[in-house]
């Protein structure tokens, strides 16, 4: 490993080099082999406070990060919007601010509106990790996806991936063509042309609008949750409809590749973007992602806790 | 050139009052007014705050003297669309405050909007604004007043009482009346009371909560698009009514390259349409929003490279008739927000001389003489105000630019109450040095 690692935050993948990528990867491959441990726990972070910051609902990235940092020995702290005073009509600015006189170290926030993150990190000292902004990115579930294609394919580069699904609104969907792309792979947005955002091609991917299309071409398929209220949008004409055309079933995978992978970022819609035979079938890595997310985000937490205030 | 000006017979609503101090000679200035195409070095006599004369070599006498050497002297600059936030908003800006800032900007006179709290549909409220530029105001003030009742869009104002308490023009700026029919009605019954109707041109439905340029900065941003379609499908209703009814109308704040094309093209067809744009629309793309910096979130929203260098040849061929700021002041708690949650809108009076010059007529895209224009004869024609020309016998308002003055813009030295600017700390060539407002010197920089 050539590169080192000098970035204060993590607030998107667009932002990385490929050998940064890279060195998230690599230094989350030795952080997996201490969750296969009978005592699963590092003294790396110890002495340090990290803050779990979650203006949305999420049980599974937050439990990743919470669980990351204690693996890591570090301090934990949930504010979820539930129990802080946000509720109360708290600016971001003074919530950061209280959080900044605790000494905070890291910071990990989701947040509903895209870009809160970089708001965040300009306000303070303490480095900020973005579990999720808005339709901008989710660069932990972007490394995580990546980290569990190049533990299944052996590698990244030249694989046809799709993503299927509301490309539109995916912070998960955008971390994934980044890291993707910067890694060599061949990407494909698939959803109607209304859940495609506007050039998305300039981000280095092709666009399709039909599943059957692409599936017998891909060795990965990432499958986004749609969220029913688009309907109401105009977005699409009905969950039925979608169904027919995305859902992924054993029918229509009869045409793919042996070896197609396909992931989820969860939570599923069962029967509406994945059967349940496909999500518990044998092409699933499903779970294989959580587990991977862990050790990712122990990576990221722990390089980010490597890196001085000021830097960056 | 001296007919629009018998035309006018609009009492000047003056915030400063005429200076009655001794006499002011503005010497070896070079004189651009193109409203009477005059574009070379004279000297201009002031008088108990009216131009007295204007010819080349005036002895002084015990006048006070003002070197212009190497300055241009022009006509007051007018900026036709300026939020002063009062009433309702005061913590944003007040009519004291917002005038001062012009007055350091260049601006001798200005055109403030009605979105006011409570929005300015009444002649109370209107003899309120000018009861404050009266008394505090240090440019002079004209009032725009709502087309609709509240900005709500249903009922029209009392255009007769508001034209009587001394509305100039009628906007529901901030948004578009959505109802075509209403806006009809309002178009048609306006020019009976002779109130020019200012159009914010914007499709609601294309562009309810949408947050910057639809593009592709807004696809890897996450943010949702305002598309160029929101305002241009505005516009041509607008101009589609102007030819139904033959009343002329101004669509103020334009951003895109369709627009452009639609008023060009229009304007051919002898349609009566006039617009202007902002020094916002002519410096900055939507590249700027890349870090969520929310001092350039405004609407309309910052647009593509392609669509600035049509605002910039729209400049030049006439087809934009004006340069506007749309000052738009906000308080920094409330742009220190998320995205989503902050204001659209940004500062522009003091900066907007200085943007146009370094950007305009310093990179040599627009000469000195088509740029005075778009700040004098331009919206004095739209408005039909009796300000934009020196003239004798009028008052003496005037604006001395200094093309050779480099400045940087430092927002902690603004007169405005806010900081909402997107030019902090930009460096530039040329400035107002000088505001004069009825003979009265109300900004030096020399």
């Known amino acids: ?54 203006f949305e609902p999420s049980t599974r990235t937050r439990t990743s990060f919470e669980l990351a940092a204690k693996r890591l020995s570090a301090d934990t702290v949930n504010i979820s919007v539930t129990t802080s005073s946000v509720v109360k009509g708290e600016s971001l600015v003074d919530t950061a601010r209280n959080l900044e006189s605790l000494k905070a170290d890291i910071i990990i926030m989701r947040h509903g509106i895209s870009g809160a993150p970089y708001f965040l990190a300009r306000m303070i000292e303490a480095s900020v990790i973005n579990a999720g902004d808005g339709s901008h990115e989710h660069p932990t579930q972007g490394l995580l996806d990546l980290y569990t294609i190049k533990e299944r394919k052996g590698k990244i580069k030249g694989l046809k991936v799709a993503i299927v699904g509301d490309i539109l609104h995916s912070r998960v969907a955008r971390s994934n063509i980044w890291g993707l792309t910067k890694l060599g792979a061949d990407v494909t947005v698939v959803g109607p042309p209304t859940l495609i955002p506007v050039e998305a091609k300039r981000m280095g991917v092709k666009v399709c609008h039909r599943l059957e299309d692409v599936i017998a071409d891909i060795d990965v398929m990432n499958i986004l949750r749609i969220q029913r209220e688009r309907q109401q949008g105009g977005l699409f004409p009905s969950i039925r409809e979608y169904s027919e055309l995305y859902c992924v079933t054993p029918e229509k995978l009869e045409k793919a590749k042996k070896d197609i992978m396909i ?32 050790a990712v985000r122990m990576a990221v937490l722990f390089l980010i806790a490597g890196t001085k205030p000021g830097e960056n | 050139m001296k007919k629009i000006d018998d035309q006018i017979s609009r009492p000047t609503k003056a915030g400063a009052t005429k200076s009655q101090q001794r006499s002011l000679l503005i010497k070896n200035g070079h004189v651009i007014d193109p409203v009477n195409n005059i574009d070379e070095k004279m000297d201009i006599l002031v008088q108990d705050g009216e131009i007295a004369k204007l010819s080349k070599d005036i002895k002084g006498g015990d006048s006070e003297i003002i070197d212009a050497k190497d300055k241009y002297v022009c006509p007051g600059f007018i900026d036709m669309h300026v939020h ?34 409570p929005p300015i549909d009444n002649e109370g409220i209107v003899e309120y604004v000018y009861k404050q530029a009266r008394e ?64 914010h041109s914007e499709d609601p439905s294309l562009s309810t909560g949408g947050q910057m340029n639809e593009g592709y900065t807004s696809t890897v941003l996450g943010l949702k698009g305002i598309p160029a379609a929101a305002e241009e499908l505005m516009v041509y ?23 452009v094309e639609l008023i060009r093209n229009a304007k051919k067809s002898g349609i009566k349409v006039t617009c202007d744009t902002t020094p916002h629309y002519i410096a900055l793309t939507e590249e700027s929003l890349k870090t969520y910096d929310t001092n350039f979130k405004v609407n309309p929203p910052l647009r593509s490279k392609e669509d600035v260098v049509s605002i910039i040849e729209g400049l030049k061929d006439g087809t934009i008739d004006a340069i506007a700021t749309d000052h738009a002041p906000h308080t920094d708690y409330e742009k220190d927000s998320e995205f989503n949650d902050a204001p659209c809108g940004m500062i522009g009076l003091e900066t907007a001389v200085g943007i146009c010059l370094n950007e305009l007529v310093q990179k040599g895209v627009i000469n000195i003489s088509t740029l005075v224009s ?45 900081r909402n600017t997107p030019f902090d700390t930009w460096k530039l060539k040329g400035a107002a040095t000088m505001t004069i407002v009825a003979g009265k010197v109300v900004h030096s920089e020399f």
């Open chain 2, 136 to 199: 505090k105001g240090s440019v002079k003030v004209y009032c725009a007043a709502c087309i609709t009742k509240g900005r709500a869009g249903k009922e029209l104002t009392e255009m007769e009482m508001l034209a009587r308490a001394g509305a100039i023009a009628l906007t529901d700026d901030g948004g578009s009346v959505a109802d075509t029919q209403i806006m009809r009605r309002a178009m048609e019954y306006s020019s009976m009371c002779n109130l020019r109707i200012i159009a």
């Open chain 2, 237 to 259: 209703r607008d101009i589609s009514l102007s030819k139904l009814t033959g009343v002329p109308i101004h669509i103020t704040h334009i951003s895109t390259k369709g627009t």
């Open chain 1, 1 to 54: 490993m050539n590169t080192t690692w000098t970035k204060k935050n993590l607030l998107g993948l667009e932002e990385l080099s490929a050998e940064e990528i890279n060195l998230l990867l690599d230094t989350a491959d030795s952080f997996k082999e201490i969750s296969t441990r009978a005592i699963k726990k590092v003294p790396a972070l110890r002495g340090k406070t990290i803050v779990n910051l979650f």
């Open chain 1, 263 to 294: 992931m989820h970022p969860g939570p599923i819609n069962r029967g509406v973007e994945i059967s349940s035979a496909v999500a518990d079938g044998p092409y699933s890595v499903i779970l294989d992602q959580v587990t991977n997310g862990l």
């Open chain 2, 374 to 418: 778009k700040f004098t004869k331009g919206p004095r024609e739209i408005l039909r105000i009796s300000n934009g020309a020196i003239l004798e016998g009028r008052d003496a308002d005037i604006t001395i630019l200094d093309l050779d003055k480099e400045w940087i813009v430092d927002k902690k030295k603004f007169q405005s109450k806010a």
């Open chain 2, 84 to 117: 002063l936030r009062e009433p309702g908003r005061e913590d944003k800006e007040t009519i004291e405050s917002g005038t001062k800032a012009a007055a350091r900007g260049g601006f001798t006179c200005v055109l403030c909007m009605p979105n006011t709290q």
